[in-house]
């Protein structure tokens, strides 16, 4: 069982520089969730902000982000190299962690929040792109999956350490705030120190303008295809945060409400790595339909269930789903693009699938007030159908190709 386990993970055929990449994940993603875990309660309850406040920060700031990707992804590209680029990301990110602490007013929180996620957002086409230049075509989805899986710890692990601290320092939120810079740093350190990116191919094709239609032309249908069923796909997966409402509204406690994230991505970490290392052993197809139908599974069960236990159930099909198709989309981008746009083609990749995601969550939200919970999770599974439906076009012009 053992052996057969470990050749399906192939753990030891994975690069190092991926694990480390990994690492670095993991470690920005545990420092980032344990202060935006509490930023909110602390706006409101210590700084007395208005929850609408609140979401302007949150709104500004993501939209920062996904337009941020898009420019990072197609820089890295002409300029024939990743690695310090994603690390100035992180770099960013980490040098704005002590501002949350030592912040007095608002504006030093918002200009913090902002600049941190200008840093997501320059770090994450590179660093995907430098993911697929890693690795071989046949390990593509084990690289990406224990990406997924490796960033998904940081995220479980990050509220955690928040309860945690918070109940050890007598919910003093500076002093934990102080704590997540640690892990910040830990995370620069190892892009720094421990990813190698590998040296250009001699006769590898330059990229001098990006933007141009004769480059963007190179993205085939091959490419845009994976990019529209993923758009289709993203406008049934809303925000998590609706997982969050539906679990207060069959009756769980707000004190532990965000034991419902805890869950959602054990199941995804536990998961993801699996998922792209069969998609590399059996074709990627096969692992998307599994992972689209639990959507589709986990939205009727979150409609129909009116009990904590129920909607627990929801909440674990839905990190199953995103396990076994996240990492899978990434694999699916790296497979189509040319390897020196791949920089460009991520970038566009995360900046649909940002739009798409915020035209989703505005639907479920609407929804949501005019018809109720169950009205935004069936309208969930109905979107994810036509994008299970759009699967055997992605297959004939990605797969067959």
Known sequence: MADKSRSLFRWREIPGSVWALGLVSLFMDLSSEMIHA??????????????????IIEGIAEATASITKIFS?????????????????????????????????????????FVDRIGKGIRGAPRDALVADLTPADLRGTAFGLRQSLDTVGAVLGPLAAIVFMAAFADNFTAVFWIAVVPAFISLAIIVFGVREPERPLNARPVRSPFSRAELTRLDARYWVVVGVSAIFTLARFSEAFLLLRAQSVGLDVTIVPAVMVVMNVVYTASAW????????????????????????????????????????????????MGLTQGL?????????????????????????GVALLAASIVAGAL??????????????????????????LRRTVEKA
């Open 274 to 321: 699996p998922a792209g290392a069969l998609s590399d052993r059996n074709g990627r197809y096969g692992v998307l339909i599994v992972g689209f139908g639990l959507l589709i599974l986990a939205d009727l069960v979150l409609a129909l269930g009116n009990s904590v236990s129920t909607v627990m159930i929801g909440v674990a099909l839905w990190g199953l789903h």
């Open 73 to 113: 992804g197609a820089l890295s590209d002409y300029l024939g190299k990743r690695k310090w680029l994603a690390a100035l990301g992180y770099g960013l990110a980490a040098f704005t962690k002590p501002v949350f602490p030592m912040a007095s007013s608002i504006a030093w929180l918002t200009a913090a929040r």
């Open 368 to 393: 949501w007030d005019m018809i109720g919970p169950a009205g935004t999770f069936v309208a969930g599974a109905l979107i994810t159908a036509v994008a299970l439906a759009a699967l055997p076009l």
């Open 38 to 55: 509490l930023l909110p309660l602390y706006l409101v309850t210590v700084l007395g902000t208005s929850t609408l406040t609140v979401g």
């Open 329 to 353: 989309l990434a694999a699916l981008v790296a497979d189509t693009a040319p390897p020196e746009l791949r920089g460009t083609a991520f970038g566009m990749f995360n900046l649909v699938s």
